[in-house]
């Protein structure tokens, strides 16, 4: 079955840096667009980066210049690279396909906490 399991959040000072992975398995995972998504309380979630199976990325406009998404498709994982975190990315973190497909079923996230 499919498996995401995102690792790498914590609590970080602002302008801090951060590095998510997201380990999957159960599925091709090279075939896919993978996305980064993250919920804050009372928001709904959102795509923060993509990264298609070219190595195309796209990001949200609140994040970039200042994350890095990338994949090891040998290693079936995704990463994020954050720098100059803000106290508005304080969030659940996610990692999932990004595609017309369903999502999979969603993993148990990384929280991220920016704060001073």
């Known amino acids: 079955q499919v498996q995401l399991v995102e690792s790498g959040g914590g609590l970080v000072q602002p302008g801090g840096s951060l590095k998510l992975s997201c380990a999957t398995s159960?599925?091709?995972?090279?075939?896919?667009?993978m996305g980064w998504y993250r919920q804050a309380p009372g928001k709904q979630r959102e795509l923060v980066a993509s990264i298609a199976r070219s190595g195309h990325t796209n990001y949200a406009d609140s994040v970039k210049g200042r994350f890095t998404i990338s994949r090891d498709d040998a290693k079936k994982t995704l990463y994020l690279q954050m720098n100059s975190l803000k106290p508005e990315d304080t969030a659940v973190y996610y990692c999932?396909?990004?595609?017309?497909?369903?999502?999979?079923?969603w993993g148990q996230g990384t929280q991220v906490t920016v704060s001073s």
């Open positions: 999932n396909r990004n595609s017309q497909l369903p999502a999979f079923p």
């Open positions: 159960g599925f091709i995972f090279s075939i896919y667009t």
